[in-house]
């Protein structure tokens, strides 16, 4: 199982202290505060590896190592450096002026070199349980061999793309999985670990990837549990919504949204959601919540998973599972597992008659905190009932532990009656102890702190400018704090906010932008609308990716995320601003949870020399100097140890309390099976190896931070790639290719990894945007795919030359496609769907995916277009003497498709969108007007989609000018009935006065025909897919508002796109099937949308035929008489 570690010689941290604090903290040594805090610093003691156990070592690797601190280890070691300042510990020098060794592996990821492994050249020979030492020695082909008995080799993954794209996640750290493996079941993972265990092959849990310390990489094996269809996604609303048990493939947000309709659906006077918000919610997934012990903005310490969880299920690494719900599952374990459940008691016991370390647990677990393991549950609970001690260990391990496989928590109320207030302060060290006046004299539920930096960042949010002007050109020290309270009652949270007031204005404190420019803290009013109070709180939750994505391009995000009592934060912050200022740091913003003293300290760094891994070093000695010895707070108040803050781990809490957190590890798994390095680790220069580099591949995607959000949006996400994993990819090609003089393995490995991006990167990509929607810097990566495409195709000047021959006959191309779906539904009906089923998907492969593979729901030809639609016989007078006209562009796709074979065989319904759009218009009064060149017209996404920029930007110009004259210049409003062809017109508008006068459908009918269409409900239960350009245009409520009128309950798709970009999912149908496979419209008879692709692929998956939402209103509605008249 691997030897001893070995960093310099092998000694831990504790003892790289103990030269470090006798040389220079002599002082620091012999005060009360080391002795509370640092305990036996400076005794010498047994060093045990990853893999180490602590006793009985066997000479195999296994055994101890007894290590001492000396002047061999000095070179690791902080040397004073002459400073004339003046505040605590500047004067002690983190760091000497010896520039570091660093490494680059196979991977780009750049580590520090240590004395031990600086003369070793070459590939490790031998296995070490110890990152970059995780050699092949037959354990993983042996380890693979046995899992493969029930895992299909399709959900086990060892190619360069989907190791490199999965070991990804949003740290700044690069480890290389050697294998990714898909678990869909606690029952796999119940099988894979005691195989893992018996080969010696290291494992770590992966969820949504979102954490940011390095828990969640390894070079070793990667069990994934998101993106992995339904599977860890099941689960159980309790009663009234008070309690909820959950998997862990479930996004926190989304649990929120299911007991919201919980509380709709069963009409319930309280809504609940879970306690912890971090701001991450909408894409942390409850696997990480859980692991992390994440909190968040309004939860604290009290509502975080440690104290809101009722029971969960544990998978240890022997295999067993412990449901802590169950009386017998809770006996048998007692029984099975009797040695386990002493030790644990005994550490308890023994924790507990120690009145001093009891007290310094409590004290550390009054403030955020999430260094180390929750020891806290080993104070917190009686020795006679060890499974809830066990339980809440758990809580925090970072899968170090145990895999959590189900948690049921007891929810909060999530009060209704809400208000929020964006306070500024001339200086942040008022914002800071105003946050200490709320934290201990009201009863406030949130006080977010945004300092100067970013402030600075807030200016470009037009919103935020206008509901607090002062933002922009405030003082070069001014902060702000957002304030949240809320109520039960409206006069509950009357009374909050006055207390709120009255403890502001009794702290004498100054209001306002910068000094000089005092104001009346009643300028920043409570906002009860909550459509102004959202605004605050979006750029809150993104303000963490927003300033690490203004950084310098080739630069990587970091973020430390550290806390203390409130009452300290002042100084605290300030000491870090001077920090930050002494080691270069320009860019770097202090901000985050003010009320309960936690700070997330944003800042961009480059890993691209020694000296720019040496600065981050040396500042990481003195911050954690700063937080965890001077302010007595907590290294990590959220975001989990991970690789991150584990060399740190006994400088926060002492030699005492380290000693029985190994000692915890090796009760639970004692052979460092478990994400080993993780929270504990000896290597006191872990967090300065395997550093992520960040290349600047292309000014489209340099900004990204690789923070996940994007990752929950995207239709490829279960089949191949995300958007972060396709940018990440891309980067390493871009590296890869940068090296003047590769190696023959860099070469083989840039041509297999080129070779498998062409489809998992490019060719399942829907290009759709949706990720931008999420991503708080708004990346979209469809755009870069689509880059990727069009530079493909400008190297084969015959198939742009193909692109521009069709463009420039749209009429006859789009008449011979009719005609085609006419011909094959004719052969629909003589061969039969599964013949044509096998001839098309025969086809399709054949032609590598270019022809489209036929499904039933494949539309037959569209009706002939009307062009001399009857004048309406109202008058068109009646719009405040403006001509009840409408310029309508029937889109290429309605023009060419029309209904399926198999839909709804009434006349009505086999009518084509354009027969039901211009029954609407004529309903409604209005005179329809097409635009010249209508036949050969086209929005030109057809031709940009596949990187045919030319083509597109030409069919684009045409139909604008086209428009322009048929709207008089925006005159009269235009409906495109498709709108995704909507969101490609107004993208390539040269005049933008356009954009105002054009809607898609639904948009229009809301917006004009509501008072001149008479509605009826004629459906009981509908579902509606809103596409995904009518989400990124903001018109989602305008879908639910006119269906809503037209049937009695209307359900939500909750697809944030289907996948069907075009044709693209026609021709690539795995790409729809995953995506829709979470499609849930049971007790729906209709469906309906606003895109015949789309409609085209969600009958396929859901069994209920989708039409466009025309169909809909056209049966619901019929012309009010007054409009007659």
Request: proline share 5%; glycine share 8%.
């Amino acid at each position: 199982m691997g030897g001893v570690v070995r960093v310099f010689g092998g000694c831990s941290w504790r003892l790289v202290a103990v030269g470090w604090l006798e040389s220079r903290w002599d002082a620091l040594l012999r005060s009360p505060l080391t002795a509370m805090v640092a305990g036996s610093f400076g005794t010498t003691h047994t060093c045990r590896s990853n893999g180490a156990k602590k006793a009985g070592g066997n000479g195999n690797g296994k055994g101890e190592g007894l290590i001492s601190g000396s002047a061999k280890f000095a070179s690791a070691i902080p040397q004073p450096v002459s400073s004339t300042s003046s505040q605590e510990g500047a004067g002690y020098g983190f760091g000497n002026n010896r520039v570091p060794v660093t490494r680059v592996d196979h991977v780009g990821a750049i580590s520090v070199v240590d004395e031990a492994d600086a003369g070793m050249e070459g590939e490790v020979a031998v296995f070490e349980n110890v990152d970059g030492k995780r050699v092949e020695d037959g354990r993983y082909a042996a380890f693979v061999a046995e899992i493969s008995e029930f895992i299909p080799s399709a959900r086990q993954f060892s190619d360069p793309v989907r190791t490199f794209a999965y070991g990804t996640d949003a740290s700044f750290y690069r480890l290389n999985p050697k294998l990714v493996v898909k678990v869909h079941s606690e029952e796999e993972a119940v099988r894979l670990l005691p195989i893992a265990k018996k080969h010696g092959v290291p494992i770590t849990f992966r969820a949504a990837g979102t954490s940011l310390s390095g828990q969640a990489l390894t070079d070793s094996v990667l069990v994934k549990l998101s993106h992995t269809g339904k599977n860890f996604r099941n689960y159980t609303v309790h009663g009234d919504g008070s309690s909820i048990t959950v998997e862990p493939g479930l996004i926190g947000g989304e649990v929120n949204k299911i007991l919201a309709s919980h509380k709709q659906k069963n009409n319930l006077p309280v809504q609940y959601k879970i306690g912890p918000d971090p701001s991450s919610i909408d894409s942390c997934m409850v696997g990480g919540i859980v692991s992390n012990n994440s909190s968040g903005m309004c939860c604290g310490v009290s509502q975080n998973t440690y104290h809101t969880l009722k029971d969960l299920r544990v998978v240890f690494v022997d295999g067993t599972v412990l449901d802590t719900s169950c009386p017998d599952s809770r006996a048998a374990f007692l029984s099975s597992h009797k040695d386990l459940v002493a030790k644990v008691v005994d550490l308890a016991e023994r924790i507990q008659t120690d009145k001093q370390l009891s007290s310094l647990i409590r004290r550390k677990f009054a403030i955020k905190c999430t260094t180390g393991y929750s020891l806290n549950a080993l104070v917190d609970f009686p020795t006679d009932d060890p499974i809830e001690i066990i339980k809440r260990l758990i809580i925090g391990s970072e899968g170090t532990l145990g895999f959590v496989s189900q948690v049921t928590y007891n929810t909060v109320p999530e009060w209704p009656n809400k208000a929020s207030a964006f306070v500024m302060f001339p200086h942040v060290k008022d914002a800071c102890e105003a946050a200490a006046v709320l934290r201990y004299n009201t009863s406030v539920d949130a006080v977010e702190m945004f300092d100067r930096a970013s402030l600075r960042e807030c200016t470009g949010n037009e919103d935020m400018v206008r509901l607090v002007p002062d933002i922009d050109g405030c003082g070069p020290m001014a902060a702000a704090l957002l304030i949240e309270c809320r109520g039960e009652t409206e006069e509950d949270l009357d009374a909050r906010i006055e207390e709120i007031r009255t403890a502001l204005q009794s702290s004498k404190l100054p209001f306002g932008p910068s000094p000089g420019q005092e104001k009346a803290l009643d300028t920043y009013e409570f906002k009860h609308d909550q459509k102004d109070a959202k605004v605050y709180w979006d750029v809150r939750k993104g303000l963490i990716p927003i300033v690490g994505g203004a950084r310098e391009d080739g630069t990587s995000m970091l973020l430390e995320d550290v806390a203390c009592p409130t009452d300290r934060l002042a100084d605290m912050t300030l000491d870090l601003i001077d920090m930050f200022e002494r080691h270069g740091y320009a860019d770097a913003s202090c901000f985050g949870h003010a009320l309960e003293g936690n700070l997330h300290l944003v800042f961009s760094q480059g890993f691209r020399t020694p000296e720019e891994v040496k600065r981050f070093q040396d500042m990481m000695d003195e911050m954690c100097y700063i937080v965890a010895v001077k302010h007595k707070g907590s290294l990590k108040g959220e975001h989990g140890t991970g690789r991150n803050m584990a060399p740190y781990v006994e400088m926060e809490w002492g030699a005492k309390a380290t000693e029985l957190m190994w000692e915890l590890k090796e009760i639970f798994d004692p052979d460092y099976v478990l994400n080993p390095g993780v929270i504990m680790n000896h290597d006191p220069l872990v967090h300065v190896k395997n550093l992520k580099p960040s290349p600047a591949a292309s000014k489209l995607v340099n900004r990204c931070i690789e923070c996940g959000f994007c990752e929950s949006n995207c239709p490829s996400r279960d089949l191949t790639l995300t958007p972060r994993q396709r940018i990440a990819v891309f980067k390493e090609i871009f590296r890869l290719k940068s090296i003047d003089n590769r190696t023959p393995e860099q070469e083989t490995r840039l041509t297999e990894m080129s070779a498998i991006y062409d489809y998992d990167g490019i060719d399942t990509c829907a290009a759709d945007g949706m990720c931008q929607e999420k991503c708080p810097v708004k990346i979209n990566t469809g755009e870069l795919i689509k880059h990727i495409r069009a530079e493909a195709m400008d190297e084969m000047p015959k198939a742009s030359k193909v692109a521009d021959m069709i463009a420039n006959n749209f009429g006859a191309t789009a008449w011979t496609f009719n005609k085609l779906l006419g011909a094959v539904n004719v052969a629909h009906s003589v061969l039969g769907p599964g013949v044509l089923k096998g001839i098309s998907g025969a086809l399709n492969k054949m032609s590598n995916h270019m022809v489209p593979e036929w499904n039933p729901y494949m539309p037959k030809a569209a009706s002939p277009l009307d062009m001399n639609p009857p004048k309406p016989a109202t008058s068109t007078e009646a719009d405040r003497g403006i001509p009840r006209k409408v310029v309508y562009v029937p889109a290429c796709v309605t023009r060419i498709m029309g209904p399926a074979k198999t839909d709804n065989v009434s006349a009505s319904n086999q009518q084509s969108v354009h027969e039901k759009l211009l029954s609407i218009f004529n309903k409604a009064g209005y005179e329809v007007v097409y635009p010249e060149g209508l036949s050969s017209s086209c929005c030109g996404m057809m031709f940009n989609s596949r990187g045919f920029k030319g083509a597109a930007e030409k069919k684009g110009a045409e139909l604008e000018a086209a428009l322009m004259r048929a709207s008089e210049n925006g005159k009269y409003p235009i409906v495109c009935d498709t709108s995704p062809c909507l969101s490609q017109i107004k993208a390539g508008l040269n005049d933008p006065s356009l954009r105002f006068s054009l809607y898609e459908p639904v948009e229009f009918i809301r917006h004009f025909l509501l008072d001149k269409l008479e509605f009826n409900k004629v459906k009981d239960s509908v579902a509606i897919h809103v596409p995904c350009s009518s989400k990124k245009m903001g018109i989602e409520d305008s879908f639910m508002k006119v269906a809503s009128m037209c049937a009695d309950e209307v359900v939500p798709s909750n697809i944030p796109c289907c996948g069907m970009a075009g044709d693209r999912g026609m021709r690539y149908p795995v790409l729809t099937g995953s995506s829709l496979q979470h499609l849930n419209v049971a007790g729906c008879s209709d469906g309906y949308s606003t895109s015949r692709t789309c409609e085209m692929s969600l009958s396929n998956h859901s069994g209920i035929h989708f039409r466009g939402l025309v169909y809909l209103v056209d049966e619901a509605t019929k012309a009010k008489e007054a409009v007659n008249k």
